[in-house]
T-cell receptor, first 111, second 114 residues
Framework: ELKVEQNPLFLSMQEGKNYTIYCNYS?????LYWYRQDPGKSLESLFV?????AVKQEGRLMASLDTKARLSTLHITAAVHDLSATYFC???????????FGKGTRLHILP | NAGVTQTPKFRVLKTGQSMTLLCAQD?????MYWYRQDPGMGLRLIHY???????AKGEVPDGYNVSRLKKQNFLLGLESAAPSQTSVYFC?????????????FGPGTRLTVL
């Protein structure tokens, strides 16, 4: 059964700093997704990573996928307060079409 | 395009009552998913469907039933609601292309079971 683990689960950081959120998963997959959720809102798609070595960037966020290590990272560069949100990774199992989520990383950026 | 819509947005039930949540999508997607979100638990997959007339169990299917009679609709039923089913429910449809795929989420339904 696929397990998806994110860490950290909570992160408080200063504006201007860099940090990385990690997403590990337990079975073979080459499709991974990152989402953002603001309080009381639905999920917004950030990145779709579909192959080993995939790297996507949007503004201060960059996501990468290493399928051999079963690891994806979401890197935040020079954080700003507007990036405060909860970030989820989700893994597509390929084999049975399930899409399984991690527990999320609640990011709080202090001005 | 409305995308993915969910009905209702809010609902309060008493223990033992039944209800159906409706998810509708106008993007002609084959795949649809129901998740529940509880504090500290992320999103957990309840049931999903890979096409009209098909359904499959996810991580936490007990106490729920689903139907996909039409491609655009995915219904989630609670036959006898329990307080443990108090949660926010999200529906999603999924575009599965040859070079790109993406999941699109509805706005959510907040359900309270007393």
């Amino acid at each position: 059964e696929l397990k998806v683990e994110q860490n950290p689960l909570f992160l408080s950081m200063q504006e201007g700093k860099n940090y990385t959120i990690y997403c590990n998963y337990s079975t073979t997959s080459d499709r991974l997704y990152w989402y953002r959720q603001d309080p009381g809102k639905s999920l917004e798609s950030l990145f779709v990573l579909l192959s080993n070595g995939a790297v996507k960037q949007e503004g201060r966020l960059m996501a990468s996928l290493d399928t051999k290590a079963r690891l994806s990272t979401l890197h935040i560069t020079a954080a700003v307060h507007d990036l405060s949100a909860t970030y989820f990774c989700a893994v597509d199992t390929n084999r049975d079409d399930k899409i399984i989520f991690g527990k999320g990383t609640r990011l709080h950026i202090l001005p | 395009n409305a995308g993915v819509t969910q009905t209702p947005k809010f609902r309060v039930l008493k223990t033992g009552q039944s209800m159906t949540l409706l998810c509708a999508q106008d993007m002609n997607h084959e795949y649809m998913y129901w998740y529940r979100q509880d504090p500290g638990m992320g999103l957990r997959l309840i049931h999903y469907s890979v096409g009209e007339g098909t359904t499959a169990k996810g991580e936490v299917p007990d106490g729920y039933n689903v139907s996909r009679l039409k491609k655009q609709n995915f219904l989630l039923g609670l036959e006898s609601a329990a307080p443990s089913q108090t949660s926010v429910y999200f529906c999603a449809s999924f575009y599965d292309g040859s070079t790109y795929n993406e999941q699109f989420f509805g706005p959510g339904t907040r359900l309270t079971v007393l």
